[in-house]
């Protein structure tokens, strides 16, 4: 059962750690984080490097959302490749737990929000 939220935005892991993956910043452990929706609502990182940030801490959570901000289409991704990208990589690495709300673009590990 879902009881808790926690809400993070704006993170921007391409400027922390010089992208070494084992050094960058993730939630801190909370004794609610089995029942609690973890909301990451934009600006994370680049792309699909995301998933690998997030493989260090999803299992903790009941749910974790994902909402893309701008920054997150920097570099070689538009709106349908960074969403067809992450669908592949979240179903790779089995994370069923994690979803991206998606206006229009429904699909593995996703919902549409309307």
Known sequence: MIKYIRNFSDIHLEFDAKYNIEKLWVPIPLETDSQTVLILAG?????????????????????????????DYWGTHTISTLIDDFKYQLGIASMDNVMVLSRGNPGVNYRDWE
């Open 43 to 71: 600006d994370l990182w680049y792309g699909t490097m995301t998933i690998d940030w997030l493989k260090k801490f999803h299992t903790r959570f009941a749910q974790v959302l994902i909402v893309f901000g701008n920054h």
